[in-house]
């Protein structure tokens, strides 16, 4: 696997292992049925459990839309934000949690489990994660020497440019 960039950090071959590790973990304590990761963007990271029987990158794309739209409600009625979603149907569900403000934890499951076993291993599913995500931006955040290098070669340019 290569690694995919997004903003100031990347997703490595361990860190997908890892996360994969969570997904499979949650899926077995949970009886739930998938399992995906997706950025906020829309790009699907990653998806554990059984096979999707429909486009992932356009669930990705409408996952991301609909948790978006939902933030934007909460700050309408006074919340900052909703850190979880619950969307029920007639035969599937889905549950879907923010994992470090970056990415989307989402679990589909059926008849076969509860909401409420869904939410409680959904839980412990984002810490973990976002102890992996955590590692990641901090990985890809520049560190104080390259911050002072940056900060020079500004006022470098800035002193080319003045007049």
């Known amino acids: ?64 839309a609909d948790f978006s739209a939902n933030d934007q409600l909460a700050k309408m009625i006074g919340e900052p934000e909703f850190a979880s979603l619950f969307h029920q149907g007639e035969k599937e569900s889905m549950y879907l949690a923010d994992v470090a403000r970056k990415v989307i934890l989402v679990v589909l499951f059926d008849q076969r489990t509860t909401v409420g076993l869904v939410r409680l291993r959904v839980k412990q599913a984002v810490s973990d994660l976002a102890k992996v995500f955590e590692e990641m931006f901090n990985r890809g955040a520049p560190s104080a020497d390259q911050k002072g290098i940056l900060a020079g070669a500004e006022d470098e340019i800035d002193k080319l440019f003045e007049s």
């Open 1 to 64: 696997m290569t690694e995919t960039r997004a903003g100031t950090w990347s997703l490595g071959e361990q860190d997908y292992k890892r996360i994969l590790e969570h997904m499979n973990t949650l899926l077995k304590e949970s009886n739930a049925r998938c399992a995906l990761l997706v950025d906020r963007a829309g790009q699907l990271l990653a998806n554990a459990g059984e096979q999707l029987s429909f486009d992932p990158t356009a669930f990705a794309s409408l996952t991301a």
